[in-house]
T-cell receptor
Framework: RKEVEQDPGPFNVPEGATVAFNCTYS??????FFWYRQDCRKEPKLLMS???SGNEDGRFTAQLNRASQYISLLIRDSKLSDSATYLC????????????FGKGTRLHILP | DAGVIQSPRHEVTEMGQEVTLRCKPISGHDYLFWYRQTMMRGLELLIY????????DSGMPEDRFSAKMPNASFSTLKIQPSEPRDSAVYFCASSNQNTGFTEAFFGQGTRLTVV
């Protein structure tokens, strides 16, 4: 099993819709979880951290399920500007400072 | 702060040549990461440093790859000799983990093409 797995997509979603994607991780000892966003031909940037109790930032909601070892990202009222690749990020678990990225899920918001 | 600075932004080289990629992390950050990104393999961690010391280089693909961090403000990733399969975008990132990992800041990347 890969360390961090994501559905590569693409997810083609009409503007205004709600979209969600998951990410699974293999190391049950992992403690830190994040979602990054990467625009085409740009560098990844932090979108939000994922906390145990779940957290929300505007239209974005992140959830963590430790029992099933996955994290999720929900985007409500999607905008054209949300089109990007969303990268799931997990720390190694054996080494807290080692950061592992998933391959990303591509999201296309359609007008 | 100007953020993480990488150079060059683009590099085209012939197979067999030596390539050196450069990175200046954000001042005060104690961690530096080198990643490689391709469509097929995504973002792969090659090596990372803590306080200029290499911690984990298990992601370095072959002996042709080497990385150094002679001081807190500079790191290099060298490929010698380069091969076409090394073509990718190479990202450098830095973070401050004094109180635990919070965020890694990425440079704009170096797009390497080996012909």
């Amino acid at each position: 099993r890969k360390e961090v797995e994501q559905d590569p997509g693409p997810f083609n979603v009409p503007e205004g819709a709600t979209v969600a994607f998951n990410c699974t991780y293999s190391n049950s000892a992992s403690q830190s979880f994040f979602w990054y966003r990467q625009d085409c031909r740009k560098e990844p940037k932090l979108l939000m951290s994922v906390y145990s109790s779940g957290n929300e930032d505007g239209r974005f909601t992140a959830q963590l399920n430790r029992a099933s070892q996955y994290i999720s990202l929900l985007i409500r009222d999607s905008k054209l500007s949300d089109s990007a690749t969303y990268l799931c990020v997990v720390n190694d678990g054996n080494r807290d400072d080692k950061i592992i990225f998933g391959k990303g899920t591509r999201l296309h918001i359609l007008p | 702060d100007a953020g993480v600075i990488q150079s060059p932004r683009h590099e085209v080289t012939e197979m067999g040549q030596e390539v050196t990629l450069r990175c200046k992390p954000i001042s005060g950050h104690d961690y530096l990461f080198w990643y490689r990104q391709t469509m097929m393999r995504g973002l792969e961690l090659l090596i990372y440093f803590n306080n200029n010391v290499p911690i984990d280089d298990s992601g370095m693909p072959e002996d042709r790859f080497s990385a150094k961090m002679p001081n807190a403000s500079f790191s290099t990733l060298k490929i010698q000799p380069s091969e076409p399969r090394d073509s990718a975008v190479y990202f450098c990132a830095s973070s401050n983990q004094n109180t635990g990992f919070t965020e890694a800041f990425f440079g704009q990347g170096t797009r390497l093409t080996v012909v």
